[in-house]
């Protein structure tokens, strides 16, 4: 039933001022192209230096007159039926903020026919659970949001009272044998469409939405409405379980060019990350003979794993604005989405590579074929030179005919003009006389044609012969040489990029933990307080016990130092700045022998230390 695993559509916002210029076409058998010209000079904003014409595939583009009744058919029907059927369906929006996600996904409020697929699709399984007798299905929704890779559940009641932070997090659980099971996420069951409806505009409302400078409701996170599918036969026990994810991701922000900061740059760079990683889990599970699919890497594609790949039906609708100024963005969106796609491409793109290496091999053939037909027409000139002066002798040339016929084609490159052909036989015409040459002249053209052979790359074999006796094996190793380096390079390249997203993700948990350790200081600050109140009064009892010719210098605002009349000095670590302590101020007290103060500073020690540890006596001997 389930044919492709992995469909890539992409749907065009309508857009009235500044349209960038594209064509689509989905004429085309093998799926739809959408092409953009980007002109050199565009004057707002995005200078492109490089090309002018971007071409990118997808199963189909929809223009931006497609209505919600048409991305529905060609989109969700499909894996709707297919979740009937019993296997699991996942279906993302991925794309630039403000590019029409949620209005896919959700729908836009201002008029029923903008429902987007979630209603259309709650409507078209009811249905087919009412013209469906012969079997008794159960359904139940679950919402989960995904925000700074933290789980929350959207139909939880608690959500409108609650700050974001002393809500429940969603936490992922796996079981012996790798299934996935969310903890703190709610099933609620629903046995119409209207509750399965209720359901959804109540996760909405708890969803989190932030105003961006792109757009004035950005969701700022990923969010998954599931349908949890049972079928079972009446009266029979086996049931048969399948689920639909309708993905609404996070807008795909491009930091540096939206001028987001605070906690709206935060927040994109957690959606940057996790949108990296589900293009990895995407790309890896396109590629044939792949073991390793990397879902643990984010929390979006564990809580998907059971639903992307294998016999799952996974869509995928590259949703772009195309106004002039998010041309950047939306190309980004389109090469993501293009590439994960079509894996062809980079076969091509390694074949385009293998080509370009063989024709710099070829480059580097004819010029020395140039070079050698050059010195043959130099060593031709000299002989008709000195037979135009000695008539006498006979005239022998050591031109070969190979390298005068490359000579010719030198002059004109692989395709031999009729001008340059006629040139050619002219000049024969004209040096007969003074050529000792064995062939005639058809016989010299067919040699000129085989010779002209080895430049096509379509005979393996002349191109065999041809490198066995001409191909310099020092250059072949240098060619080598290199293309090992540049592999070097490029595996170089991408254990940065890995590095570099790695360091990202550590940076984010980096940030996570400055505010736990922020958090769990206020805490102990409260506690360590109160305790101080009685560590200081220990101390004051401390310094009406010395001796008047005792006294106190503070070392730093956290250090004292008290040195007894004859010498003896402790050194006191304080949690509070004590400069109050200072020797001006004048000790009263009872005239106490040092052996007394040393007594009575061991006697309190457990005192203070039980006090909060904020008094530590760092030394206790006798002074120099
Ligand atoms: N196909 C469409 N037809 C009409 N209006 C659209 C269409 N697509 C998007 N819009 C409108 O564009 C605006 C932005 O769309 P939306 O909120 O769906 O973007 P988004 O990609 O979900 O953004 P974000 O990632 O920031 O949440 C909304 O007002 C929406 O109604």
């Not at 960038?20 to 085309?28: H, K, Q, R």
């Not at 929704?141 to 789980?151: A, H, R, T």
């Amino acid at each position: 039933m389930v044919k492709e695993t992995i469909q890539i559509f992409a749907r065009i916002k309508p857009t009235k001022k500044n349209v960038a210029v594209y064509s689509v076409d989905n004429e085309n058998q093998t799926g739809s192209s959408l092409e953009f010209f980007v002109p050199k000079d565009l004057a707002d904003g995005f200078v492109n230096n490089k090309r002018e014409c971007y071409n990118f595939r997808f199963q189909k583009v929809f223009d931006q007159v497609a209505k919600q009744e048409e991305i529905f058919e060609n989109i969700a029907k499909p894996v709707a039926d297919s979740v009937l059927a019993g296997y699991n369906g996942t279906i993302f929006a991925y794309g630039q903020t403000g590019s029409g996600k949620t209005f896919t996904i959700t729908g836009g409020a201002e008029q029923y026919s903008d429902r987007g697929i979630i209603p259309r699709t709650l409507s078209y399984l009811y249905e087919r659970f009412s013209q469906d007798s012969s079997m008794v299905y159960t359904t139940h929704i679950s919402y989960l949001e995904i925000y700074n890779e933290m789980g929350y559940d959207l139909l939880d009641s608690r959500h409108e009272a609650s700050r974001l932070e002393d809500l429940p997090k969603v936490m992922i659980m796996e079981d012996q044998d790798q299934n996935i099971h969310l903890r703190n996420l709610s099933l609620q069951q629903s046995v119409n469409e209207e509750e399965a409806l209720n359901l959804l505009f109540l996760g909405d409302t708890n969803r989190m939405i932030a105003e961006t400078p792109m757009n004035q409701a950005s969701t700022r996170s990923h969010c998954i409405f599931t349908v949890h599918l049972c079928r079972r036969e009446p009266g029979s026990a086996t049931l048969r379980r399948s689920k639909l994810h309708l993905v609404d991701l996070a807008g795909s922000d491009r930091v540096s060019k939206t001028g987001l900061n605070g906690q709206l740059l935060t927040d994109a760079k957690y959606i940057n990350l996790s949108l990296h990683y589900l293009e990895q889990v995407i790309i890896a599970l396109s590629e044939k003979n792949r073991s390793h699919i990397p879902y643990r890497n984010s929390m979006l594609t564990s809580v998907l794993r059971d639903s992307l790949g294998g016999n799952c039906m996974t869509t995928m609708i590259a949703t772009m604005a195309v106004e002039r100024r998010n041309l950047e963005v939306s190309m980004v969106t389109m090469r993501t989405c293009s590439d994960t796609s079509l894996l062809d491409s980079l076969k091509k793109q390694y074949f385009i590579v293998v080509l370009g290496h063989y024709f710099c091999i070829l480059v580097k053939m004819l010029k020395k074929e140039k070079k050698r037909a050059q010195d043959a027409a130099a060593q031709l000139a000299n002989i008709t030179n000195s037979q135009s002066q000695s008539t006498s002798s006979v005239s022998t040339v050591e031109l070969s005919q190979e390298g005068m016929l490359i000579f010719i084609l030198s002059l004109s490159g692989p395709k031999l003009s009729m001008g340059k052909q006629e040139a050619f036989e002219i000049f024969i015409r004209d040096h007969e006389d003074h050529l000792t040459i064995e062939d005639n002249k058809s016989l010299l053209k067919q040699r000129l044609m085989t010779s002209r052979t080895k430049y096509y790359p379509d005979n393996a074999q002349i191109k065999a012969d041809y490198f066995n006796e001409e191909f310099d094996p020092a250059e072949e190793n240098l060619c080598k040489h290199i293309e090992e380096e540049k592999t070097g390079y490029k595996s170089i390249v991408g254990r940065l990029k890995a590095l570099r997203t790695e360091i990202e993700h550590l940076q984010l948990l980096l940030e996570r933990s400055k505010v736990k350790l922020q958090k769990d200081f206020h805490k102990w600050w409260s506690q360590e307080a109160s305790s101080l109140q009685v560590a200081e009064l220990t101390f004051l009892y401390l310094s009406i016990g010395c001796s008047p010719k005792s006294h106190w210098d503070t070392e730093q605002d956290h250090t004292a130092i008290y040195t007894s009349s004859s010498g003896i000095w402790v050194r006191l670590l304080f949690a509070q700045p004590c400069k109050r302590f200072s020797s001006s101020i004048p000790l009263t007290g009872d005239q106490q022998t040092d052996a007394d103060i040393l007594a009575f500073i061991r006697a309190r020690q457990n005192l203070v230390s039980r006090a909060g540890d904020t008094h530590r006596y760092t030394h206790a001997k006798n002074a120099p």
